[in-house]
């Protein structure tokens, strides 16, 4: 048994760059007081700073010399620092958050560790309540009778759902998003095609024009543009913004530092991070949708099948019977589907009942990420299940809304009017959405 690993890549290294790179947004630094300009750099000894830098690495304050070295570009040490800081919290018993950072690192000493993490919290959660000291006597020669095993409190498992064949054809619309959330920052497509964003933005979305769609990853910001090219801006730490070359493409989606693309042909392009090989789709066909996590990206096809790709676990997910699918989603282990009539199906882990979709009806849009899902009725009202973080306890309470998009800390809805709301955890400014007017509503 694997404990599942948590989906936010918080690697804070790529978290200080994209904002020193990004200047907020390309605007200028936001002043510390209202009506004071933002004062003028000092230029001071590169040397120095290293110097001070390294001090405070010495000093274990890991975080503070992770930000001085980002500022002198060292991405060596900046990453170096957030290894030292997850080593830090992993003999401090702090596992979960450890493995948020050892997640985010590729060499092979912090996989390993992020799967000592993993094992070390799956002792704590099938240690007994209480232990007894093992016995001192010889070992019988006859076995003795056999005892029941305590019971393993491991990942709970959506069960294999039988579903009603449906006859379905694709009516040759593609998703075309005018709301985008990420765990960082949120970003609207509005009625003349230019973008806002709020929160961290990651790089200069200004000078977008005449977008039909748009997409956000952890520190990275994507629109298609009308002609079938596509921009994107912010980190591009693992090549997820290298999609200038991209053409013909109908729809976009991203994740984490993953970046995705469908052509007319329904062919699919990537670019960006590969993990478990989830962008091995170069096979995949008449695909008219897509969405994914940070281990895998599922697809929809025009016959309302679905394909994945990436690190599955096979007595886990079951997609292959699925039919009449016509929109896909997906959270932390958990992959959903939207059928033509209107219900929804669900596998993976199950864990807060982030699977419990079976009484869904008539549904028109869905969204999951993290531990959660939400739907969106034909009446505009929205249901909700999962909710580990409270990211979609308010949910329940939006009503006319027409599209949403959810974060594993978040939920953010369009309305019919073109304003925006939103619930969960605002920590990076990212849900202050109802400053947004006049959002594109979906054609």
């Not at 994209?18 to 200028?28: E, P, R, T, V």
């Amino acid at each position: 048994m694997k404990y599942e690993n948590k989906p936010i890549r918080i690697l804070m290294v790529l978290l200080t760059l994209a904002m020193l790179c990004s200047g907020c947004g390309g605007k200028d630094p936001v002043p510390t007081h209202p009506g004071e300009t933002a004062p003028s750099q000092t230029q001071e000894d590169p040397a120095a700073e290293e110097a001070a830098a390294r001090q405070l690495l010495e000093e274990g304050k890991f975080l503070e010399a992770a930000t001085a070295f980002a500022e002198l570009g060292m991405t060596d040490q900046v990453l170096l620092c957030h290894y030292e800081r997850a080593c830090q919290l992993q003999a401090a018993g702090e596992y979960e958050q450890a493995m948020l950072i050892f997640d985010g690192m590729d060499h092979s000493d912090a996989q390993d560790r992020l799967q000592q993490c993993i094992d070390s919290l799956l002792v704590q959660e099938t240690l007994p309540a209480e232990t007894t000291q093992p016995s001192t006597e010889p070992a019988e020669t006859e076995p003795p009778a056999e005892t029941a095993a305590p019971e393993e409190t491991g990942p709970v498992i959506a069960p294999v759902v039988t579903l009603e064949d449906i006859s379905y054809q694709w009516d040759g619309s593609y998703d075309r998003q005018s709301i985008a959330a990420g765990t960082f920052h949120t970003a609207v497509r509005l009625e003349d095609g230019s973008v806002e964003a709020i929160g961290i933005v990651p790089g200069n979305t200004e000078w977008w024009s005449d977008l039909v769609s748009i997409a956000v990853g952890d520190f990275h910001s994507v629109g298609l543009k009308a002609d079938g090219t596509v921009v994107a801006a912010g980190s591009n730490y693992y090549g997820q913004c290298d999609v200038s070359e991209w053409k013909d493409i109908v729809a976009v989606a991203a994740h984490a530092f993953t970046t995705v693309g469908i052509r007319a042909d329904g062919t699919v392009v990537t670019a960006g991070a590969n993990e478990g090989g989830k962008c091995d789709v170069a096979d995949w066909t008449d695909i008219v949708d897509v969405a994914l996590s940070e281990n895998f990206i599922v697809g929809a096809r025009a016959d309302g099948t679905v394909v994945v790709s990436g690190k599955l676990k096979e007595d886990i997910y079951f997609v292959e019977h699925w039919t009449g699918i016509v929109d896909v989603a997906v959270g932390a282990g958990h992959i959903v589907g939207l059928r033509a009539d209107g219900t929804v199906v669900a596998t993976g882990y199950n864990d807060d009942g982030r699977c419990d979709v079976s009484e869904w009806t008539d549904i028109v849009e869905i969204a999951a990420a993290g531990w959660h899902t939400v739907g969106i009725q034909s009446d505009g009202t929205m249901v909700s299940t999962g909710n580990k973080w409270d990211n979609c306890s308010n949910v329940s309470l939006f009503k006319d809304a027409v599209a949403v998009e959810a974060t594993p800390i978040s939920t953010v809805i369009l309305k019919n009017d073109g304003t925006v709301r939103a619930t969960g955890t605002n920590k990076y400014n990212q849900l202050y959405v109802t400053q947004f007017k006049g959002v594109r509503l979906p054609e």
